[in-house]
Nanobody
Framework: QVQLVESGGGLVQAGGSLILSCAAS????????MGWFRQAPGKEREFVAAISWSGGSTVYADSVKGRFTISRDNAKNTGNLQMNSLKPEDTAVYYC??????????????????WGQGTQVTVSS
């Protein structure tokens, strides 16, 4: 079992930056992939970014490419999502996730097994 706890969310003006963090405990986090998803009110959960177990491979949704950066520190069992040039449409609850099956960066939510409780990001215009 893995427990994931997100932090770093908050209210920011458009054009600003935030860093989301994900702290993992329990099973060895470093052996498996990690991802970030988000869900805005009235919308389905959507993929944001993912990183492979080693950090050597990353993938991003087109909507955040060039603005967001995903990273991980396996020695600390943590992962980050650096978000720059934030837009009002980035407003959502952001979730950290990992799997017990895959090492590669994955895009589909059903490829992940453990989820954090989410952290709210609100971008004002």
């Amino acid at each position: 079992q893995v427990q994931l706890v997100e932090s770093g969310g908050g209210l920011v003006q458009a054009g600003g930056s935030l860093i989301l963090s994900c702290a993992a405990s329990g099973r060895t986090f470093s052996n498996y992939n990690m991802g970030w998803f988000r869900q805005a009110p009235g919308k389905e959960r959507e993929f944001v970014a993912a990183i492979s177990w080693s950090g050597g491979s990353t993938v991003y949704a087109d909507s955040v490419k060039g603005r967001f950066t995903i990273s991980r520190d396996n020695a600390k069992n943590t992962g980050n999502l650096q978000m720059n040039s934030l837009k009002p449409e980035d407003t959502a609850v952001y979730y950290c996730t990992t799997s017990f099956r895959l090492r590669r960066a994955a895009l589909a939510s059903d490829e992940y097994d453990y989820w954090g409780q989410g952290t709210q990001v609100t971008v004002s215009s």
